[in-house]
């Protein structure tokens, strides 16, 4: 019990009391009721159940957030009105030290863009530290990949990262941006904070939760420059007040190419399954996938990522599916190449990492008209397109892809060209350029190395 009053005492500090209650709460009741469901069933274990009405609310913060911590919010606008200085000197040095802060390195199509710049900034010889914000989620693949320090405490995160007197700080997420402000303030102005953004993180917060979504277009405001990857996400944050380039997307296109043999009969729809990101379209695509189950019946298969087979089996979804778990960068390039047909019904896309991903493997997408996947996806070019939330028109598309083989192969012909100018070193290359650009006290360009709309084919 003593325990308990003090968690709630903690998260009163640290949140609005609402929040805090509310939290606490849901945490205290949801082990009961998950006993006593396992007793009503008659086993130990097994699913758990979760009341509906103890998630009223789809999103309550966690003990992370930094939204809430009044120092960081003091850190935030410390940072907004004392501008980096410039340094000439780092800018022309052949080896910049550049920082990465992150929340977590779960397999994600953001935390592999990440590691896909840290990599290649290493190889073009720059100094990168990627700090990780005590994992909860990390994926192995990718954790290695980065070399990644984690930190218990975010002041170890912060006495590290100062300590070791970066040129360029970049925060990553949003809780990540009140980081780098604190890191920013610790060491007097001394480096340039920028922040890389993926998507457009308001709109991971329901409407209901307007102190997160305030909380995140703070930061868009706050930090002095951002780079992103597409101008559907670049025309959003600066909406929002954000001083904003454009930097080209990195597609590892070695690992991503193309089957060498057809595809073997019946022709096999896959798709990326991930049910607790909301704007993934879970619901959207169920439906879809059940209706093309109806009317193709055996003479479709369905292969599903993203997922393990426990969560897929308690999603109950009305379609067989080959379950294929939570796959690598390896496992994802070679599930696409056996595919015919992927499918995505995201509501919105910063880029879409995982469509670029199936097109460079020469598959053709049937996807939602999500935002920055518009760069590289043209209806009835490399993709049949939908609007989000149709289920009915994303599995029509489907269906009519499967039952023309000659659309389907004219579509193919033209995926992989779509992607390849995502080359990985002349993305690194001009984000280095951008850094050099800040450092150096020039105004920095609205975009780097980014090919015409001609050029990207």
């Known amino acids: 019990m003593l325990t308990r009053l003090r968690k709630i005492r903690h998260r009163l500090c640290r949140y609005r009391p609402c929040a805090a209650l509310e939290v606490t709460l849901r945490d205290m009741v949801r082990p009961w009721a998950n006993t006593a469901a396992g007793l009503a069933r008659g086993v130990l274990s097994g699913a758990d159940l979760y009341p509906t009405a103890l998630d009223r609310r789809p999103f309550l913060g966690t003990s992370r957030d930094a939204a809430w911590r009044p120092s960081e919010r003091r850190d935030l606008r410390w940072m907004s009105s004392h501008a980096p200085r410039p340094n000439p000197k780092a800018a022309e040095e052949e080896s910049l030290r550049i920082a990465f802060l992150l929340e977590d390195a779960p397999r994600a199509g953001g935390v592999i863009s990440i590691t896909l710049l840290v990599e290649d900034l290493r190889r073009l010889g720059h100094q990168v530290l990627a700090a990780v914000r005590a994992p909860r989620r990390a994926d192995p693949e990718l ?8 930190c218990a405490a975010d002041r170890h995160l912060v006495r590290n990262v100062t300590g070791w007197r970066p040129h360029v700080v970049v925060a990553t997420f949003w809780p990540t941006a009140y980081l780098a402000a604190r890191c920013y303030h610790e060491a007097d102005a001394a ?14 917060y329901p409407d209901d939760a307007p102190w997160f979504r305030q909380a995140v277009c703070a930061t868009y405001s706050a930090m002095p420059w951002a780079f992103c990857k597409t101008p559907w996400l670049a025309d959003r944050l600066e909406a929002e007040g954000a001083r ?66 426990p969560t897929w089996k308690n999603l109950a979804a009305p379609f067989p599916a080959d379950v294929l778990g939570v796959l690598d960068t390896a496992g994802v390039a070679a599930a696409c190449r056996r595919a015919s047909i992927f499918v995505e019904a995201s509501d919105f896309h910063g880029f879409g990492r995982t469509v670029a991903e199936a097109m460079a493997c020469g598959v053709p997408c049937v996807i939602t008209d999500s935002g920055g996947v518009g760069l590289f996806a043209k209806h009835n070019v490399n993709a049949l397109i939908s609007p989000p939330g149709d289920a009915e028109s994303l599995a029509s598309h489907v269906i009519r892809l499967l039952e023309d083989k000659a659309l389907r192969q004219r579509l193919s012909q033209s995926c992989r060209s779509s992607v390849m100018w995502m080359d990985r070193m002349a993305s690194a290359r001009a984000t280095a350029d951008l850094f050099r650009d800040l450092l150096a006290g020039r105004h920095p360009a609205r975009s780097y190395g980014y090919p015409s709309e001609n050029a990207r084919g």
């Open 244 to 309: 904003v380039s454009l930097v080209p997307p990195a597609l590892d296109l070695n690992i991503f190419s193309p089957a060498k043999t057809i595809a073997e009969e019946p022709p096999t729809v896959l798709a990326m399954v991930r049910p607790d990101s909301a704007r993934r379209g879970w619901p959207v695509l169920r439906e879809a996938l059940k209706r093309v189950h109806e009317r193709i019946g055996s003479r479709v298969r369905f292969a599903v990522y993203g997922c393990d087979e």
């Open 191 to 204: 480096f340039w904070p920028v922040y890389y953004a993926q998507d457009y993180e308001p709109d991971f």
């Open 143 to 150: 954790t290695a990949r980065l070399d990644a320090v984690t």
